[in-house]
């Protein structure tokens, strides 16, 4: 095997040592490695396509997504997450900050406020759910003025731990820009129990410990 082949299966599989590619003792003991090594990657990758097209089976039928006629948003972004890792903070700055980030806009009714006005929605649930809904609605609530060069922030922080919403996201938007946000897995474990403990979740009602392990 040329150096480059075999730098190229090793990163493939890293249990198959660099010296075995080399220097096995048959002649043919590197090919023989490398064609498993292949059949178990070709059977990794039809296994995955497989499960993206369940995924997308389940999706035509649940999401009622049928193609609309009104246009996409030409610019579309998620901040798939990951769930208390500051996604509200960066949302709220890219709102605030810039007048050309939209997201989807809802009616929020305060007891200050004499008639309902319009906020800003972060995180929409869209493409995690099981019944998600109507992809017109969906996109109706984005587009109140359109703006071709705007960019559409959808921040639902769940999406990066659900595959299905990965495979979903990628038939609706392939061209979208996903953001995540990563913390010290430590720091974010405890703030999602925290935050359980003060919803009075079932999590959050035993020890931080307890709870990790
Ligand atoms: N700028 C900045 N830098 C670092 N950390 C920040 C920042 N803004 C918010 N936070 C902390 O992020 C936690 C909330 O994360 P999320 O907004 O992603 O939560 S959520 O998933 O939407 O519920 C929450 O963490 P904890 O305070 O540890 O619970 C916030 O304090």
């Not at 150096?3 to 090793?10: A, G, L, P, W």
């Not at 043919?28 to 097209?53: P, R």
């Not at 974010?188 to 020890?207: D, E, I, T, V, Y």
Request: charged residues 25%.
């Amino acid at each position: 095997l040329k150096e480059r082949e075999v730098r190229e299966i090793s990163s493939y599989s890293p249990e198959l040592k660099h010296a075995d590619l080399v220097s096995g003792d048959e002649p043919n003991a590197a090919l023989d490695a490398a064609a498993v090594v292949l059949q178990n990657a070709m059977s990794e990758v039809c296994c995955q396509v497989g499960k993206i097209k369940s995924h997308l089976g389940k999706w035509n039928s649940t999401a009622r997504y049928l193609p609309s006629k009104r246009q996409l948003p030409p610019n579309m972004a998620f901040i798939i997450g990951a769930q208390k890792s500051g996604t509200t903070f960066l949302f709220n700055e890219l709102m605030n900050r810039h007048p050309s980030i939209h997201s989807q806009l809802l009616p929020r009714f305060s007891t200050k406020a004499k008639a309902p006005y319009l906020r800003n929605s972060k995180e929409t649930h869209f493409f995690d759910r099981v019944q998600p809904g109507s992809f017109d609605e969906y996109l109706q609530k984005f587009v109140i003025e359109r703006d071709d060069k705007g960019v559409y922030v959808d921040g639902t922080p769940d999406y990066i731990m659900i595959p299905s919403a990965a495979c979903r996201i990628a038939a609706t938007f392939p061209k979208a820009k996903l953001i995540a946000v990563l913390r010290d897995p430590v720091q974010r474990a405890l703030s999602q129990w925290n935050m359980a403990r003060h919803q009075g979740k079932a999590a959050g009602k035993r020890s931080f410990t307890n709870h990790v392990r």
